[in-house]
């Protein structure tokens, strides 16, 4: 049975009540939801049974500990980290630790998955599973790896939702669309766009999903005369098309640390008759934004040049220093570091309890 319900306002309000003590200036309150400023990220790691059992608990551990938020895909590790995200869930919330109501629950579909373990002929596994099936036609496959036409994203939905075991995902992204641009024309890849949106805002009117958005990785902080380039303007253009003004294109999923500031350093978009940083398109539409690799995949906590440390007095740790910067961004909502060991998730929840850099602060430091 899937667990009913999904992240509300009364619900995350609760949840952020609970720890107004332990990790005062932790919440943040985006769309009626208060959102943890750190986030469990679940994509590093072997997809084996051992790593499983480390999610798990670590799941457990950040929900009971501060952390609403979780962030997952369907590929990640084939599907072996949605899954071990169901098992933390569910026993936290059987033995009483957190309601359904209380968290915020993100997956992403596009890229094709293997199911735990890697076939020992994937383009056969393929072949099988996708082609035969009539899932997907032969045409709608990019760069060998990427699918968001309707049939398929609907599909991935359901597989998403039964591995969490959830009723409803909270957000939904579509997982790095600008894969398909080097291989579809603008004209055709606004078409898919068009009708994964229009998908996805049915998804939302069957309960099955809240609110939808892109997971990027260079779509947003390269120019917009790159070729990978996306438009924020142009897709809430698109989303308004099949929507209407009520459309649930709402979040925002895309790197942003230290070593990868263009989210907020860089002027991708037009908007409004400016260039301007992503970020500033995003809040101006009241976005959630998620930060990914915060840590630039841990490459942060192993060693931040010293002349920075002086930036983050009272944090004890790199991993705690590189976690402050992107949570007191402004226009973040919150960071997202994959965190397989509960020792982490302690660790990173020692930044929760300070407060965030001022926008003073956070000015000064970026003007060095
Ligand atoms: N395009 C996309 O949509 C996209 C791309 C990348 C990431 N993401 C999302 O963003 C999340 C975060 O990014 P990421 O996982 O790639 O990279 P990350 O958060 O920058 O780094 C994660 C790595 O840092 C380690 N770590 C965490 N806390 C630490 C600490 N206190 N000290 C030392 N090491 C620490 C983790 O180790 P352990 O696992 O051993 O705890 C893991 O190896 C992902 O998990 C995923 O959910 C999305």
New binding site residues.
């Given amino acids: 049975m899937l667990i009913p319900g999904y992240a509300t306002p009364v619900g995350t309000a609760r949840y952020a009540r609970r720890f107004e003590t332990r990790l005062p200036g932790n919440f943040r309150e985006v769309q009626g939801l208060w959102i943890s400023s750190l986030?469990?990220?679940?994509?590093?790691?072997e997809p084996t049974a051992a790593c499983d059992v480390?999610?798990r608990e670590?799941v457990g551990h950040a929900l009971e500990s501060g952390i609403n938020v979780v962030?997952?895909?369907i590929n990640?590790r084939q599907q072996r980290?949605e899954r071990a995200i169901a098992q933390g869930l569910a026993a936290a919330i059987s033995g009483g630790k957190v309601h359904r109501d209380e968290v915020l629950i993100?997956t992403?579909g596009g890229f094709l998955t293997f199911d735990e373990n890697e076939p020992a002929d994937p383009a056969a596994y393929f072949q099988e599973t996708l082609i035969d099936t009539g899932l997907v036609r032969p045409e709608e496959v990019a760069a060998g790896c990427h699918v968001m036409s309707p049939k398929y994203l609907e599909n991935q939905i359901e597989v998403s939702r039964r591995n969490l075991g959830v009723e409803t995902l909270d957000v939904y992204?579509l997982?790095?669309p600008e894969t398909q641009l080097p291989h579809v024309t603008r004209e055709e890849f606004d078409r898919r766009i068009r009708a994964a949106f229009a998908a996805l805002e049915k998804a939302v009117s069957d309960g099955r999903i809240r609110v939808y958005g892109t997971?990027?990785?260079n779509a947003y902080r390269v120019g917009p005369e790159s070729p990978e380039a996306l438009s924020l303007a142009d897709l809430f253009g698109i989303a308004e098309e099949v929507g209407g003004t009520g459309h649930h294109f709402r979040a925002l999923?895309?790197?942003f640390?230290l070593a990868m500031p263009e989210a907020l350093a860089a002027s991708t978009q037009h908007f409004d008759g400016k260039v301007v940083p992503v970020l500033q398109v995003a809040h101006a539409k009241g976005m959630l934004v998620?930060?990914?690799?915060?840590?630039?995949?841990?490459?942060?906590?192993?060693g931040l040049p010293e002349d920075l440390r002086k930036w983050f007095p009272g944090l004890r740790?790199?991993?705690?220093r590189?976690?402050q910067f992107v949570r007191s961004a402004p226009g973040i909502t919150c960071a997202?570091?994959?965190?397989?060991?509960?020792?982490?998730?302690s660790?990173?929840l020692g930044t929760a309890a300070m407060p965030p850099l001022s926008r003073e602060q956070f000015r000064a430091m970026l003007s060095k």
């Fill in positions: 986030g469990l990220g679940t994509y590093l790691g480390l999610y670590a962030d997952t895909a990640y980290s993100a992403k992204y997982h790095n997971a990027t990785w999923q895309l790197p640390n998620f930060a990914s690799a915060s840590l630039l995949q841990r490459k942060l906590a192993e740790t790199d991993a705690q590189a976690i997202l570091i994959g965190m397989s060991h509960r020792d982490h998730v660790e990173n």
